[in-house]
């Protein structure tokens, strides 16, 4: 076989595969896109004949118990009484972006009854930048079960952000995220929670109170090596820097100093894409003390003197403890050192008593404003 023919049939192989796969991937799209439309329309539909009943907690038993009989009968499983029910809840917990399916192409279709209109719609459908729903429909039954609108939003920003699977979104949800984050911003930068999600601007925003590292799979005893808890970590590393935060990449563990020839180890080295700067990252399993702020002084200011570049922001510097002790850091280390004591969890918090103290801590701020 000639080049000539062999480069031809590589260029086919190569337009065809790449054919195939962003097909499939528009199918996938716009499948999801078109089951999220339709649970949205059929609890618009619900709730529209509820409302026309006389007694409405009775009669929408019966609108749902009759409408789960009849898609049953129809069209099998998917349907039970639960999943109608969670179509109605879907349109009541997002009923405030109707106006903007409407606006949008696959909204204009009548019903889907004209598969002529569907089929030239299906172009537009992935380039519609107002269709308001990014994720999958399995992403919103767990996001329509929050209450609160604000974290509610959150969650939907960063688990389309970060690409995070339904199982990741319920762990950031269990492990109480959005209010660890949360305690630790003013009022102003919560709702940019809300509204953007966790985009680091600053230091302080990759912080959380606390870390939880309950997938290093360590018991929260009282005696354990800091070299357990930094295997654990690593171990997992995917779930340790899906904890982090955004836009952290790892360069080295167990980083080598030396200082009046001795030996000095760092835990952790990653790099923050987002602040464009090093994390410096050292586990402490036994009581923080001054000469591990000390320490880690030293780290940072090695990192801003020898390895940063003129483009690129300070070092950061976090000490992960069992316990901090925010006072001894305030009195060992200069303001605006760029090091933090943090506190870590091998279990998950108390989602309940989180969420309690961020509503105490919100009335304080706007008794305050």
């Known amino acids: ?4 023919i062999t480069s031809s049939m590589s260029l086919l192989f190569e337009r065809t595969d790449k054919l195939i796969t962003n097909s499939r991937n528009a199918i996938g799209s716009i499948a999801n896109m078109l089951t999220v439309y339709t649970n949205f329309q059929i609890g618009k539909y619900i709730v529209e004949e509820e409302q026309n009943g006389d007694d409405r907690a009775s009669y929408g038993a019966k609108v749902l118990d009759s409408l789960s009989d009849y898609l049953t009968a129809k069209y099998g499983r998917g349907f039970s009484r639960s999943n109608v029910a969670g179509m109605r809840q879907f349109y009541l917990t997002y009923k405030d972006r109707d ?26 459908l992935t380039i519609k930048e107002n269709w308001p729903f990014k994720l999958s429909w399995t992403h919103y039954q767990v996001l329509m079960r929050i209450d609160d609108a604000n974290e509610r939003s959150f969650y939907e920003q960063e688990a389309f952000n970060s690409a995070w699977s339904v199982k990741t979104l319920k762990r950031q949800y269990n492990s109480s995220l959005y209010e660890r984050i949360a305690l630790s911003r003013d009022k102003n930068e919560v709702l940019r929670l809300a509204n953007e999600g966790n985009i680091p601007y600053k230091p302080e925003d990759i912080l959380h109170t606390p870390y939880v590292l309950e997938f290093s799979g360590l018991e929260d005893k009282p005696v354990y090596h800091e070299s357990d808890l930094e295997n654990a970590v690593l171990s997992k590393m995917q779930d340790f820097m899906l904890e982090l935060g955004k836009g952290f990449l790892f360069e080295k563990r167990q980083r080598r100093f030396v200082f009046n020839e001795k030996n000095y180890y760092l835990d952790l080295v990653l790099y923050n894409r987002y602040l464009h700067c090093y994390v410096l990252i050292d586990f402490k399993v036994d009581e923080l003390t001054h000469q591990d702020l000390g320490q880690m002084q030293m780290y940072v200011n090695y990192y801003d003197r020898y390895e940063k570049t003129e483009t690129e922001r300070p070092t950061i510097g976090i000490l992960m403890c069992k316990e901090s002790d925010q006072e001894l850091v305030e009195l060992t280390l ?36």
Do not use: C, F, H, T
């Open 1 to 4: 076989m000639s080049n000539d």
């Open 99 to 124: 106006s903007q399916i409407v606006q949008s192409s696959i909204g204009q279709l009548p019903d889907l009854q004209n598969s002529g209109i569907v089929q030239s719609a299906i172009g537009q």
């Open 334 to 369: 200069p303001e605006n050192s760029n090091i933090y004591a943090q506190e870590y969890k091998l279990y998950l918090p108390d989602k309940k008593l989180l969420q309690e103290k961020l509503r105490e801590w919100i009335e304080e701020e706007e008794n305050l404003a």
